[in-house]
């Protein structure tokens, strides 16, 4: 079903990547386990930071990248899959690169450390232990994306919104695009993001914006328009007052770290 290629920690803040550089046509599965790192794929900017896993068909290209003064640590697992993987586990059939932030991602953690502490040792069937492991967390990460662990539909709908907004939030996201996303009508999926989470949907975009900004702002050399941009207010002016609604300060308070970084 898979075939384990190699299993690595990356670290530091000189850490950079590209597809193929390692592995061709390899499956890239990588949990962040502290700090904050970026990754380009195609036109898209992601920040990844610590309680996401990300998920890299052989086929995207993409690179990853340290963010200036930020350091990072990630466990990577390196694999290869043949034509019966996506039968078994969905999840590898997906063609993009997929975000999540695993309930268990805890639990996750631990396992892929023991997968790379495994894969260091020159100890007999090292790859079909570690082949072991990272199935079973291929597994319960297939279970939280398609929903089938749980009970309760609201709470899976809800779940599987929130992660679309965590994946898009640079992009419009509005009830319209999420209840195409959940094949939901969008009053219906308003009522029930509403409900579920007892936010507004444009409420929860605009945290996730600012949260992003705000890391941005204190650990990278980026201006406030740029990270406007960035994070999808093409109107300075507006994320400022969003920013201050959100946060109580202006962004400018969080650059000072900067200035004491250079010190």
């Known amino acids: 079903m898979i075939r384990i290629a190699d299993v690595r920690r990356c670290s530091g803040a000189d850490w950079y990547e590209e597809e193929g550089s390692r592995f061709p046509q390899a499956v890239r599965l990588s949990l962040v386990h502290y700090g904050r790192c970026l990754y380009r794929v195609g036109n898209d900017k992601l920040i990844v930071e610590k309680g996401d896993v990300l998920l890299i068909p052989e086929t995207v290209p993409y690179y990853g990248k340290s963010i200036p003064t930020v350091t990072h640590e990630q466990f990577a697992v390196f694999f290869h899959t043949d034509t019966t993987a996506a039968d078994e586990l969905p999840l590898l059939g997906i063609r993009e690169i997929v975000k ?63 992660s679309f907004i965590h994946n898009h939030y640079r992009e419009k996201v ?47 050399q980026m201006t406030v328009e740029e990270i406007a941009d960035y994070v999808g207010y093409g109107d300075v002016s507006y994320f400022y007052r969003i920013f201050k609604r959100k946060l ?10 900067r200035s004491a970084n250079k010190l």
């Open 174 to 220: 509005t009830k319209h695009e999420l209840g195409m996303f959940i094949g939901k009508s969008p009053n219906h999926t308003a009522v029930l993001f509403r409900e579920t989470t007892g936010q507004t949907i444009s409420d929860y975009v605009h945290t996730a914006r600012i949260r992003a900004a705000q890391s941005l702002l204190a650990q990278s």
């Open 100 to 162: 999540l932030r695993p309930v268990r991602f805890a639990q996750i953690a631990q396992r892929l450390k023991e997968t790379f502490d495994c894969w260091k040792e020159s100890a007999p069937y090292k790859e079909a232990l570690c082949r072991g492991i990272v199935l079973e967390q291929l597994a319960l990460l297939n279970r939280e994306w398609d929903g089938r662990s749980r009970q309760d539909s609201r709470s899976e709908l809800a779940e599987l919104m929130k």
């Open 248 to 257: 109580g300060a202006l962004p400018t308070l969080y650059m000072q770290p």
